[in-house]
DNA sequence: CAGAGGTAGTTGACACATCACCTAAAACGA
DNA sequence: TCGTTTTAGGTGATGTGTCAACTACCTCTG
């Protein structure tokens, strides 16, 4: 490692004020969330995109894809979501090895609840503070940065 | 709940994205940190913090005012950064109620060690990518969002 | 100086994330 | 067809974060 490039001061505001908005606006979408549906955020996103496909229905590693989580994250996270009733576990006649998850109308129930509240969260915490222009800059960025992720991924 | 105000288009561009990157980019950040240097991202914030401090030591509460964590969370950590010996606790003899949080000196040279790779890594990852507007406006997004989270929680 | 109330910190229970490893069922090639 | 490899998924250990409840100590007021 050569000398290393320390982050001048505009580069560190920036940096800073991210990670704090970051870890803040985490917290704070969860705690709404936890408290006003009794779902995480991550029970949310699964729930979200069992509710987009057909038969409400997804293998679970198209889950991981979709979410972009390890497998053992979904395996891990089905297990409790499935001893709350909100999914259940299928097994695939057709392959022995696969599994689905399928959302079950408990599940229905609690993102139909919870999505208005979150949205609405979203929205007072973060998007209706921003300009069009604000927005525009963070997809941007979020695309860029996103890319050079991947990309630095699939050199491991 | 009135009609909730679902998200259009560009304004779901850029919350997913966000999203998206920010889980990402937290999880490459903690894992070149672990990796390289055995620390993660909590772990190198409590050590930054008393690295900067007067004496490498700071009590509980004001380590929690610091990184704006809760002081449970400061207190499970700081048992298990000090079981790795990074840290110690010391007895404040003027209030029976306080405890100091001190760094060691193994605690100074892992921080000493790590700090290079991991600015390497935020530059590599996202500093980098980004032009000179583009932190300003995230600097200026970051700061809004704050304080809008900030007055939430006070509201509460 | 008693006791009411606040403050500093800890603890236990639980949810969450990651890692390394494991099992079983395909798929495939000699 | 047999044995190897790949693929789908699950498991256990460990570290992390949150909440609520708790202990011990300080402080302040009557």
């Known amino acids: 490692m050569t ?9 560190q505001r920036a940096w800073r004020g991210y990670v704090r908005m970051q ?7 969860n705690r709404q969330l936890q408290t006003d549906s009794q779902l995480s955020l991550s ?3 699964v729930l979200v995109h069992l509710s987009e496909v057909p ?9 991981a894809q979709a979410l972009h989580w390890e497998k053992s994250r979904v395996s891990h ?4 979501m499935e001893r709350r009733g909100l999914v259940k576990r299928v097994e695939c006649p057709t392959d022995g090895r696969s599994a689905f998850v399928v959302m ?5 129930n609690a993102i139909d609840a919870a999505a208005p509240g979150h949205v609405d969260t979203v929205r007072r915490l973060f998007i209706d503070d921003l300009t069009a222009d ?18 630095e991924e699939c050199r491991t």
Do not use: M, Y
């Open 55 to 63: 038969d409400r229905s997804l293998r679970v590693s198209q889950l």
């Open 104 to 108: 079950t109308d408990c599940g229905q």
């Open 43 to 45: 029970d949310f996103a």
């Open 3 to 11: 000398d290393p490039r320390w982050l001048d001061d505009a580069e």
């Open 77 to 80: 996270h089905v297990t409790r």
């Open 23 to 29: 870890s803040k606006l985490n917290a704070q979408l």
């Open 134 to 151: 604000q927005l525009k800059a963070l997809e941007a960025i979020a695309g860029q940065v996103l890319a050079r992720l991947d990309d």
